[in-house]
């Protein structure tokens, strides 16, 4: 049984002695996929053993419910920072270990009690072991008054200072000490593989977020306007991607570089100015198309919001998908730009997409683009080329650039609005 010492040198992370300390993560919407939530599971045990890279966390068995046993507290708050990148879990809690046992459970519960000092309190207690002899109720009532015993504090059910959470599986009982963030979604690579066009900018980044979190494994296509522009943009790229790739630890994707500025100059030869963007944008959905078949990937991802800018109207984005053999996801439509960019404030990649960085769209356009282009005038520019042939070439001289994954906490930035 663990005694009620502490551990307070450890500056405010006090454990109950001798207690083990594990994470218990619970699988959210993956746990309700009928037939294939084996797949899933599998797939989500595998996205968060990668995740643990480096740290000293063993992740076991236990089905919808995963348990990762630590060394520690310290570590089971790295292991939490990392679970805020593994999509398809619903939460998460720090737990410490010990028996079925009211006067156990009792004893290891006092840490949260020194913790926090609450004035009154109730107990919750979930069985995961149906078989457990006593029901929910009967062992909140027994742990209640075991802790009653040991504080001389009041029960509130409806306003608990500390609402002591226990649940029980067929091994050990585990009193909670702290809620950590679960990440939600579903486990990367359980969708299947898409490409994401990221620019560097602030939008591209996070719509590759989004797609992730529904399960889809991502790769990146980057056109830089090269030879006319210097590299800044393929720059934050990368190091969005290394970012991007913290949350698909198990597979991060690589950054495919399109050298684009000479296929921009063509089709400014043969375009009004005004017409320009949306020109682009069709040849970066031909040549990500061409990445896709050779790398297997099954959709396009853009940071397109509706009405954002003039490429971004409905016209507009109808004649990009046109170009699009595969499905062109737009994960952003309906966000406001504040949104996106609190979440990408979230990830700590705000600044860096801040940065300025000459992009490559607006090569050669002078400007004013329209709102609705013709799909004629598109067409009957396009017809001056061999696009199909150009995407092929472009997507064959493709530069494979491998980003890395970056695992350390997230730095969120806070920015005053
Ligand atoms: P972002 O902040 O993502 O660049 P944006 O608001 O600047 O978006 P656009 O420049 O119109 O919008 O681009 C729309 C989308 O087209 C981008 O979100 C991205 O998915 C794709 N895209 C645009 N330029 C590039 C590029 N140079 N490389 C890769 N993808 C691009
Ligand atoms: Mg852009």
Request: with cysteine.
């Amino acid at each position: 049984m663990p005694s009620l010492e502490t551990d307070s040198a450890r500056n405010g992370t006090a454990v109950a002695a001798g207690a083990p300390v594990c994470v218990l993560a619970k699988v959210g919407e993956a746990s309700l996929k009928g037939r294939n939530r084996r797949q899933f599971l599998d797939q989500l045990r595998r996205n968060l053993k990668a995740a643990m890279s480096g740290l000293d966390a063993r992740v076991l068995d236990g089905g919808s419910v995963l348990r990762i046993a630590v060394p520690g507290e310290p570590e089971a708050e790295r292991v939490g920072s990392r679970l805020e990148r593994v999509f398809g879990f619903a939460n998460a809690s720090v737990c410490l270990a010990c028996e079925r046992d009211s006067e156990a459970i009792a004893d290891t519960g006092m840490v949260a009690f020194e913790r926090l000092r609450p004035a009154s309190f109730s107990v919750r207690v979930r069985r995961r072991d149906k078989s457990f002899p006593l029901t929910s109720q009967q062992l909140e009532r027994e742990v209640g008054a075991a802790i009653q015993r040991r504080t001389a504090l009041p029960v509130d059910l409806s306003r608990p200072g500390l609402e002591l959470r226990v649940e029980l599986d067929q091994r050990s009982a585990y009193v909670h000490v702290r809620e950590l963030a679960g990440a939600g979604g579903l486990p990367v690579g359980s969708s299947g593989r898409a490409i994401c066009l990221l620019s560097g900018g602030i939008d591209s980044p996070v719509a590759a977020l989004m797609a992730m979190k529904r399960g889809l494994s991502v790769e990146f296509v980057h056109f830089s306007g090269e030879p006319y522009l210097d590299p800044v943009a393929t720059s934050k790229a990368q190091a969005q991607a290394r970012v991007l790739n913290g949350f698909q630890a198990a597979r991060p994707g690589p950054m495919w570089v399109v050298p684009f500025g000479d296929q921009q100059r063509m089709l400014s030869a043969v375009s009004p100015p005004a017409n320009l963007i949306v020109l682009y944008r069709r040849q970066m959905a031909r040549v990500a198309c061409e990445m896709a078949a050779r790398t297997g990937a099954s959709a396009l991802v853009t940071g397109d919001s509706l009405g954002q800018v003039s490429s971004q109207t409905l016209p507009n984005m109808a004649s990009v998908e046109d170009a699009s053999e595969l499905a062109l996801l737009r994960p952003l439509l309906t966000w406001d730009k504040r949104e996106v960019m609190a979440k990408a404030a979230s990830l700590g990649i705000l600044a860096l997409s801040e940065l300025a960085a000459e992009d490559a769209c607006p090569l050669f356009t002078d400007g004013k683009q329209r709102t609705a282009v013709p799909r004629a005038e598109l067409l009957e520019s396009e017809a001056q080329l061999d696009l199909a042939e150009l995407a092929e070439s472009a997507a064959r001289r493709a530069r494979r650039v491998d980003p890395g994954v970056f695992l350390d906490p997230l730095e969120p930035e806070s920015r005053a609005s």
